[in-house]
């Protein structure tokens, strides 16, 4: 591999007795700098009877306490306002507000610093970069520019990479797609969902193959596991002509993974994020691939409002693979497949929503929208599907019926009742979409 193949090539190739080395005195520091500049932090180590000088291992690590979302949310709107004695920094060195855009519960406030946000687009040109963006990419972001962090990041590491960026923020839909033809964009941002939702505004709505009439080339999805579910990618990438890859991050996390040109799974970003997987029910530290746990990270670098050992609920498995791009950074198998809060039961089993959404897009009479509603009749649970045909196949609906019922039953041991709704009538969403609606708790 030559050096222009990796963003950081020192970093990304250390050998991995060096890495873990450098990644133990990075955890140390952050650790050591939340100790003494944050009340918060200070307390919860005290209180664990831990503090810096023990941290000699990395099973000195696990013994660090989590930190879990409900925890930011209890002390902030407190002072320093609104963000609480979490903060780090003094209140004038903060430059950047965003907050998170979970379906549940008030949203996070996350402080950053002007250092911070040059971290967060250091951490995107390595995503980027390793996906093929070069200085000779125009790159076209089609989201609403506002709170939440989303692409924002993206933005400003296509900059640092040297790409000429066209924020594609309040335009419509159709507006996006022709604004892309006209400037012959090469690259774009988005949620998987909008990468199909602009594909169908484009042949339904204006007429255009995307694949011929644009000059897309490679799309970079967040936001939702669609990235990393097959049926969905190949999707996106018939529809567009172009490679799609998928990079997973969070507001209060930062962009710790991305995958690469070669497509074989995320690659965890090891030089400034830490990763650890725990098993659901034990906590016990997972090392070996091939077994489900969710993640707890840490961000080595990010000072405002440090994020060490959090409990992000998400649910990943280290692969046995080791990637051609010769890059010594880690990967997960199969992205991010589910979060510890989405996974429910229904009817007794275990659901995971991104199993049903496999089946609908490896269905090709099926329109990219979908949603699932569960409710409970008397004391049991019922499970509707909808479903839109795509324009033209209303006459298959019994054979696509069929197949849905089959497929759902092999992949997720439910059944469903399955209903057919007009084509274009099922909401359609510009971030993530909430496709999954769990109506039990509400009677
Ligand atoms: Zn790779």
Redesign the pocket.
């Known amino acids: 591999m030559c050096a222009d193949t990796y963003w950081n090539p020192t970093l990304e190739t250390l050998p991995a007795e060096k890495l873990h080395k450098l990644q133990l005195e990075k955890f140390r520091r952050i650790f050591t700098w939340a100790y003494t500049h944050s009340k918060f932090h200070h307390k919860l180590y005290s209180d664990a009877g831990i503090e810096p000088g023990d941290i000699r291992t990395f099973d000195d690590i696990h013994r660090v306490p989590k930190v879990e979302k409900s925890m930011m949310r209890s002390i902030q709107g407190k002072d320093p306002f609104p963000y609480g004695d979490m903060l780090c920094v003094p209140l004038d060195e903060v430059t950047e507000y965003h907050q998170t855009s979970g379906t549940t519960g008030q949203p996070v406030y996350q402080a950053d610093t002007w250092q911070d946000w040059e971290w967060w687009a250091e951490s995107w040109a390595y995503i980027l970069w ?1 996906q093929g963006y070069r200085p000779t990419d125009r790159v076209f972001l089609p989201f609403g520019y506002n709170v939440f962090v989303a692409f924002w990041a993206g933005h400003y590491g296509a900059e640092k990479v040297g790409c000429e960026v066209v924020p594609g923020g309040i335009l419509d839909t159709q507006a996006r797609v022709l604004k892309m033809q006209e400037l012959k964009a090469t690259a774009l941002m988005a949620t998987p969902t909008y990468v199909l939702g602009m594909a169908d505004a484009a042949i339904n709505k204006l007429g255009l193959d995307p694949a011929r009439d644009l000059y897309i080339r490679k799309i970079t999805v967040a936001g939702e596991p669609g990235g990393s579910i097959p049926t969905t990618k190949r999707r996106m990438e018939e529809a567009w002509g172009a490679k799609v890859y998928d990079h997973v991050g969070a507001t209060e996390i930062g962009a710790w993974s991305y ?7 995320l ?1 965890i970003n090891e030089g400034l994020f830490l990763v650890e997987i725990e098993d659901i029910e034990t906590g016990e530290t997972i090392t070996e691939p091939g077994r489900r746990g969710k993640m707890v990270i840490t961000d080595f670098d990010r000072l405002a409002q440090p994020c060490i050992r959090f409990d992000s609920k998400d649910i990943i498995e280290w692969s046995p693979d080791r ?5 010594t ?1 880690r ?1 997960l198998r199969g992205g991010v497949v589910g979060r510890a809060d989405d996974i429910t039961k229904v009817k007794g089993v275990l659901l995971a929503p991104t199993a049903i959404e496999e089946v609908v897009r490896s269905i090709t009479e099926l329109c990219d929208e979908f949603e699932v509603v569960v409710t409970k009749k008397g004391d049991l649970d019922d499970i509707t599907l909808k479903v839109e045909c795509v324009p033209g196949q209303q006459a298959n609906i019994d054979v696509v019926r069929s197949k849905l019922v089959d497929q759902l039953r092999v992949k997720t041991n439910l059944g469903y009742n399955i209903e057919f709704h007009e084509y274009g009538t099922l909401p359609r969403y510009e971030t993530k979409a909430k496709r999954f609606k769990d109506l039990r708790k509400k009677g």
């Open positions: 390793a995958e690469c040109t070669h497509q074989s799974g690659h990637c051609d791009c010769g890059r950074f990967l």
